[in-house]
């Protein structure tokens, strides 16, 4: 197999050559390298002043992860008390645990309240009136609404509310006896605008100046997640973003505003690899489908979503378009099209990378097919 250049380093490479080759593992399973984790929870935040790092564990959740993160002393943000449990086991401090969600369930809550979790985000009154009968008095941030536009997982119709009526539920959470102390956006995740966060801050920054008018004065601005990875196409490093996010948060914010960034895709995501088995090879019509043990279903979900991967086989045969499909009997289990490869063998190895973020954490058993291991390299 050859190493496709611009996703990951020769020796991260030979590690996961080494590890098919050496090990007792059936496919398919994920490949996560750990030195490419720890990069990446070292660089995240190093570009912007005044920033803590909060990584969104549904990204990736997988035990050994958490782990390596949490001995490398990021924070957590998290939404249910399963991700609060998987902390807890690990003893990580309520300090370094937030909640974005802004809607909780009450078991959450009670769960998150009991651990000492302060910070919540909200964007409605009746989360108000949950969080002030649940966790009286816990910090709160409202969730703005900011363009999604050119995000390939907009996350901005389900969450999030426009400039008055957040101003108005602030105001709405001091009288209830909660602690309004900042805002937070998600400019959508794998965002490849730069300039979604330009727009994000200066709205955040408008919103920010009118609270401290009517006597609320903030002091957390929560810029969220969004930074994006290599599956197929380049996109801006995360050094370019920073220095943008920080210009701007520079022009429009003063020194002592603490940030916080929660990014999950960008730590996780092209650490992954997932190694999965060529199971089948058919006709339909004119199209030549390659049926591959990993699919919509036990990992690869967001494919349906759009996100397109980039698979490397061992075949030196000419290459040739293939529509890619999962194991299950499924007709939404197709994973791509017009994916040009070299012919490979049945029960020859595809590894798909860039596939470390929102794939197992999607994954199901459905059809019976087990949710495949998560192995930390
Ligand atoms: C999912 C999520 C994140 C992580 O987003 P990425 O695009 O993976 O970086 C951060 N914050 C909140 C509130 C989220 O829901």
């Given at each position: 197999m050859e190493l496709?250049?611009?996703?990951?380093?020769?020796?991260?490479?030979?590690?996961?050559?080494?590890?098919?080759?050496?090990?007792?593992?059936?496919?398919?399973?994920?490949?996560?390298?750990?030195?490419?984790?720890?990069?990446?929870?070292?660089?995240?935040?190093?570009?912007?002043?005044?920033?803590k790092?909060?990584?969104?564990?549904?990204?990736?959740p997988d035990i050994s992860v958490i782990k390596l993160m949490h001995s490398l002393g990021t924070g957590f943000e998290i939404a249910s008390e399963g991700e609060l449990?998987?902390?807890?086991?690990?003893?990580?401090?309520?300090?370094?645990?937030?909640?974005?969600?802004?809607?909780?369930?009450?078991?959450?809550?009670?769960?998150?309240?009991?651990?000492?979790?302060?910070?919540?985000?909200?964007?409605?009154?009746?989360?108000?009136?949950?969080?002030?009968?649940?966790?009286?008095?816990?910090?709160?941030?409202?969730?703005l609404t900011v363009p999604n536009e050119g995000?390939?997982?907009?996350?901005?119709?389900?969450?999030?509310v426009e400039m008055e009526e957040a101003e108005q539920l602030l105001i709405y959470a001091k009288d209830k006896g909660l602690d309004p102390v900042g805002i937070t956006f998600h400019v959508g995740s794998q965002c490849n605008n730069v300039y979604?966060?330009?727009?994000?801050?200066?709205?955040?920054?408008?919103?920010?100046?009118?609270?401290?008018?009517?006597?609320?004065s903030l002091k957390i601005l929560n810029i969220g997640g969004g930074y994006p990875i290599r599956y197929t196409k380049n996109v801006a490093d995360i050094e370019t973003i920073e220095k943008k996010i920080?210009?701007?948060?520079?022009?429009?914010?003063?020194?002592?505003?603490?940030?916080?960034i929660e990014p999950g895709r960008a730590v996780v995501g092209d650490a992954g690899i997932f190694v999965s088995t060529v199971i089948g090879k058919t006709k339909r019509g004119d199209e030549n489908w390659l049926h591959i043990d990993v699919g919509?279903?036990?990992?690869?979900?967001?494919?349906?979503?759009?996100?397109?991967?980039?698979y490397v086989v061992g075949s030196r045969n000419d290459p040739m378009k293939w529509t890619i499909s999962g194991p299950s009997c499924d007709s939404f289990d197709v994973i791509d099209k017009d994916v040009l490869l070299p012919e490979p063998e049945l029960g020859?190895?595809?590894?798909?990378?860039?596939?470390?973020?929102?794939?197992?954490?999607?994954?199901?058993?459905?059809?019976?097919?087990?949710?495949?291991?998560?192995?930390?390299?």
């Open positions: 496709p250049s611009g996703f990951i380093s020769k020796e991260t490479w030979n590690k996961v050559l080494n590890y098919i080759a050496l090990s007792d593992e059936s496919p398919p399973y994920l490949l996560m390298d750990s030195q490419m984790v720890a990069d990446k929870v070292s660089l995240i935040g190093k570009g912007i002043r005044n920033s790092v909060f990584y969104a564990v549904k990204a990736n449990a998987l902390l807890s086991t690990l003893n990580v401090p309520p300090e370094k645990i937030i909640t974005s969600n802004p809607v909780k369930t009450f078991r959450f809550l009670e769960h998150a309240v009991d651990y000492g979790v302060s910070y919540y985000a909200f964007d409605s009154i009746a989360e108000v009136d949950k969080l002030a009968k649940y966790a009286p008095g816990c910090k709160v941030y409202i969730r995000s390939e997982w907009p996350l901005s119709k389900k969450f999030g979604n966060w330009n727009t994000a801050i200066d709205k955040a920054r408008e919103l920010w100046e009118s609270l401290s008018q009517k006597g609320i920080n210009k701007a948060l520079k022009q429009k914010f003063s020194d002592d505003v603490e940030v916080f919509v279903f036990n990992g690869l979900m967001e494919s349906i979503g759009g996100i397109k991967y980039t020859n190895r595809i590894l798909i990378l860039s596939s470390g973020a929102y794939t197992i954490s999607y994954a199901s058993e459905f059809n019976g097919f087990s949710i495949p291991k998560t192995i930390l390299i």
